[in-house]
T-cell receptor
Framework: GESVGLHLPTLSVQEGDNSIINCAYS??????FIWYKQESGKGPQFIID?????DKRQGQRVTVLLNKTVKHLSLQIAATQPGDSAVYFC??????????FGAGTRLTVKP | DSGVTQTPKHLITATGQRVTLRCSPR?????VYWYQQSLDQGLQFLIQ???????AKGNILERFSAQQFPDLHSELNLSSLELGDSALYFC????????????FGQGTRLTVV
């Protein structure tokens, strides 16, 4: 498949460890955030979302934390698996249908 | 499989040429979005169509245009291509017009040489 983001920040973790991927967003008025996973050769895939009236949301093996004070978003993946290897990026909804996407972080899981 | 189909998957063409990228949305989805993803950059929104009508425009160059047909498939036309147009082009679709609820296709990799 095609490579995305050959020069992105990278995070390398051991299989079974927890991963934390960070994202700084730009607009304090953003009210909705999404984390996407993009595997090589594939389009972005929705993982989890969070609204600005929350500071934490949990899914299956994933948790998103939102710190509005410093405009920071993080994605925590528990018990990281080889299938989690991908580029992860956040997106912010700054109002209406206007989405802004981060460049992403490449997660590599070592077996 | 998101249900959004993009063709072709890969395209190599020369500068100055014109290409057409095609997108078939998920069954039932009325809205189509086009994005450009250059190396090491986030997705850049280009344009959105809803039920055949242009709904929103982003950072789309004048050399680029799109349309959505009555069967709801969409085409993105890129003309007078430049080396800097090399990128992944993604199409996404949603039932209504919410980009936050859109599903993405696998993309078309355009290489301009």
């Amino acid at each position: 498949g095609e490579s995305v983001g050959l020069h992105l920040p990278t995070l390398s973790v051991q299989e079974g460890d927890n991963s934390i991927i960070n994202c700084a967003y730009s607009n304090s008025a953003s009210d909705y955030f999404i984390w996407y996973k993009q595997e090589s050769g594939k389009g972005p895939q929705f993982i989890i979302d969070i609204r600005s009236n929350m500071d934490k949301r949990q899914g299956q093996r994933v948790t998103v934390l939102l710190n509005k004070t410093v405009k920071h978003l993080s994605l925590q993946i528990a018990a990281t698996q080889p299938g989690d290897s991908a580029v992860y990026f956040c997106a912010e909804n700054i109002g209406g249908d206007d989405m802004r996407f981060g460049a992403g972080t490449r997660l590599t899981v070592k077996p | 499989d998101s249900g959004v189909t993009q063709t072709p998957k890969h395209l190599i063409t020369a500068t100055g040429q014109r290409v057409t990228l095609r997108c078939s949305p998920r069954s039932g989805d009325l809205s189509v979005y086009w994005y450009q993803q250059s190396l090491d950059q986030g997705l850049q929104f280009l344009i959105q169509y809803y039920n055949g009508e242009e709904r929103a425009k982003g950072n789309i160059l004048e050399r680029f245009s799109a349309q959505q047909f009555p069967d709801l498939h969409s085409e993105l036309n890129l003309s007078s291509l430049e080396l800097g147009d090399s990128a992944l082009y993604f199409c996404a679709s949603s039932v209504e017009g919410a980009a936050t609820e859109a599903f993405f296709g696998q993309g078309t990799r355009l290489t301009v040489v």
